[in-house]
């Protein structure tokens, strides 16, 4: 079955302590990309990669850092987390066209509270 | 500034009518147009999108519509039924020239009564 899987789906951790959110497809997209869901702002672009080993910022990278060593895997890492990234996690994958990119698969979203 | 609006938070109709959710951009760069619609504890999923170089896409029970020179862009749903009760999200991407950065606007909570 196609499907992007994250882990943890629920994580309750305390300010400070470095975690790792695990997002992986196996659609063998291009394109990943994390986003998180806040209240009343939608779903916000954190990170997104195109490539391997190719990375970029979207609209919301402050506190948050990505990693793409395999085309199958794009973790999300907080190194200090804080309760301002207490929030809805999703991770997404696409194929890339030559213009863009084709519809995103969506993970189940990662619930993740900073204490 | 946002980029992507969705100015009704919520909207709700009878079963069988029509429903219509509302998105209005304000860059004209805007190369490329989603729905996507998400259930409670679900990842989004996409829904039905439409390039700029058109003004009416459809798929089944779903029509979306651009109108570039109002930079508005709306989805249609007929009939709505009670199971596409959900928050119905429009996106874009191709602003300021990378068309491989994906905007959402805030979402509408639609809500089909039966």
């Known amino acids: 079955e196609a499907q992007v899987t994250q882990n943890p789906r629920y994580l309750i951790t305390v300010t400070g302590k470095k975690l790792t959110v695990t997002c992986s497809q196996n659609?063998?997209?291009?394109?990943m990309s994390w986003y998180r869901q806040d209240p009343g702002l939608g779903l916000r672009q954190i990170y997104y990669s195109m490539n391997v080993e190719v990375t970029d910022k979207g609209d919301v990278p402050e506190g948050y850092k990505v990693s793409r060593k395999e085309k199958r895997n794009f973790p999300l890492i907080l190194e200090s987390p804080s309760p301002n990234q207490t929030s809805l996690y999703f991770c997404?994958?696409?194929?890339?066209?030559?213009?863009?990119?084709?519809?995103?698969?969506f993970g189940p979203g990662t619930r993740l509270t900073v204490l | 500034d946002q980029q992507v609006k969705q100015n009704s938070p919520s909207l709700s109709v009878q079963e069988g009518r029509i429903s219509i959710l509302n998105c209005d951009y304000t860059?004209?760069?805007?190369?490329?147009f989603l729905w996507y619609k998400k259930y409670p504890a679900e990842g989004p999923t996409f829904l039905i999108s439409i390039s700029s170089i058109k003004d009416k896409n459809e798929d089944g029970r779903f029509t979306v519509f651009l109108n570039k020179s109002a930079k508005h862009l709306s989805l249609h749903i007929v009939p709505s039924q009670p199971g596409d009760s959900a928050v119905y999200f429009c996106a874009e991407y191709g602003a300021g020239g990378s068309n491989y950065k994906l905007t959402f606007g805030k979402g509408t909570l639609l809500t089909v009564n039966p």
């Open positions: 860059n004209s760069m805007f190369d490329y």
């Open positions: 659609m063998n997209h291009e394109y």
């Open positions: 997404a994958s696409s194929l890339i066209s030559g213009t863009g990119i084709y519809e995103q698969f």
